[in-house]
């Protein structure tokens, strides 16, 4: 049972161009969350997605950002037109489904090796 | 406003030595919270995960504890080893009325010398 993948591991863009980052969450789960880290920086929250819907993007800036979740395929997040100040590392996490009320499940996220995202 | 807050922001121990992380935090209603360790360039790993009612879990080397009165948490790891030098980065879930949410720390950049 493979990780949760991201590609590419390391992206340069200049800028003004688009970048797309991917992530194939771990075999089972269905919800993704999207993180970055600044450097010297903690991971902050962006989005949170389950297949073919956003659930939660309060943490995702609201121009040149946007992030989808397929029925089929990785989970995408595109950054268009983008400026020095997106240079940082994005990281996707993959956890099961919820369980209902009363369950113990765990529903431990567990994290890719993240983007590095350098814009020139 | 959810937060977690960790101290030291850095810390640089002996190999051998005992070492302890804390962590406070705001974040209500409370889920669970989880200490990572997050190697240089990669992404961060679950060290072990605590729920309200557990006041400590250890995970070999590594004992977590947790007050959910004082809302803090600490991070024990005994016997350093040079492979521990990482970020350990506490994370809560919780807050805001739903559960799917991790608020992270800052994490403390461990540095173990030989």
């Known amino acids: 049972n493979a990780g949760v993948m991201q590609n590419p591991r390391h992206l340069v863009r200049r800028r003004g161009q688009e970048a797309r980052l991917r992530c194939s969450p771990m075999?089972?789960?269905?919800?993704v969350y999207w993180y970055r880290q600044l450097p010297e920086e903690g991971l902050k929250f962006m989005v949170y997605?389950?297949?073919?819907?956003?659930?939660?993007e309060s943490g995702m800036p609201k121009e040149r950002f946007s992030a989808e979740f397929p029925k089929e395929g990785p989970s995408i997040l595109r950054i268009q037109q983008v400026v020095r100040g997106d240079s940082a590392a994005y990281f996707c996490?993959?956890?099961?489904?919820?369980?209902?009320?009363?369950?113990?499940?765990?529903?431990?996220?567990?994290f890719g090796q993240g983007t590095r995202l350098t814009v020139v | 406003k959810n937060q977690v807050e960790q101290s030291p922001q850095s810390l640089i121990i002996l190999e051998g030595k005992n070492c302890t992380l804390q962590c406070n935090y705001t974040v209500s209603p409370f889920s669970n919270l989880r200490w990572y360790k997050q190697d240089t360039g990669r992404g961060p790993v679950s060290l072990t995960i605590?729920?309200?009612?557990?006041n400590t879990k250890s995970n070999g080397r590594y004992t977590a504890t947790l007050d959910a009165d004082t809302k803090q948490s600490s991070l024990h790891i005994t016997a350093s080893q040079l492979s521990d030098s990482a970020s350990y980065i506490c994370v809560v879930r919780g807050g805001g009325g739903s559960n799917y949410k991790l608020t992270f720390g800052k994490g403390t950049l461990l540095t173990v010398n030989p």
């Open positions: 996490a993959s956890s099961p489904p919820r369980p209902r009320a009363g369950s113990t499940l765990n529903t431990e996220a567990f």
């Open positions: 997605l389950q297949k073919e819907n956003i659930i939660d």
């Open positions: 605590m729920t309200f009612s557990e």
């Open positions: 075999k089972g789960h269905s919800h």
